[in-house]
């Protein structure tokens, strides 16, 4: 059983891996100092399946935020890690996919993020197609 992103190889959270900040919630942080916490934090996301696993994956990540700005001697970059995690909080919580149970292999965590993705892919079809046509609706109005 996959319990958590220390589990996988750097390859595997790779994979998983969607990038420091949301298109979701139009949120990008400096990739700089919290690139790897991000790549864990997805890691840790896909695997998880309860709400606790959710608020370990969201502390994890700030505790790898405050370690990496320490390690790189970029203070600056403690308030945004700070700011970034609430909104972090705000977010996992909002969009969090709960499943049945943690994965037992690679192949199994592999289908749930492929699946989740594939879903967002379709809301997001679906958002720009919304998109398009109130823009339409909205160029049809402006000429009459």
């Known amino acids: 059983m996959i319990n958590n992103a220390e589990d996988?190889?750097?390859?595997q959270r790779d994979y998983l891996y969607n990038g420091v900040g949301s298109d979701d919630l139009g949120?990008?942080?400096?990739?700089?100092?919290?690139?790897?916490?991000?790549?864990f934090h997805d890691?840790?996301?896909f695997i998880g399946n309860k709400e606790v696993d959710r608020l370990?994956?969201?502390?994890?990540f700030f505790i790898r935020c405050v370690q990496e700005v320490h390690k790189r001697r970029i203070y600056q970059f403690l308030i945004p890690a700070v700011?970034?995690?609430?909104?972090?909080l705000l977010g996992s919580?909002?969009?969090f996919e709960y499943a049945s149970h943690k994965p037992n292999d690679?192949?199994?965590?592999?289908?749930r993020h492929d699946g989740i993705l594939k879903s967002y892919d379709t809301v997001h079809r679906v958002k720009r197609e919304v998109r398009r046509s109130w823009r339409k609706l909205v160029t049809l109005f402006n000429r009459l």
């Open 106 to 111: 690679w192949e199994e965590l592999k289908a």
């Open 27 to 39: 949120i990008y942080p400096p990739p700089y100092c919290f690139e790897t916490p991000a790549r």
């Open 56 to 60: 370990k994956a969201d502390a994890k």
């Open 93 to 95: 919580w909002l969009i």
């Open 8 to 11: 996988l190889t750097e390859e």
């Open 83 to 88: 700011i970034y995690y609430i909104i972090l």
């Open 43 to 45: 890691a840790d996301t």
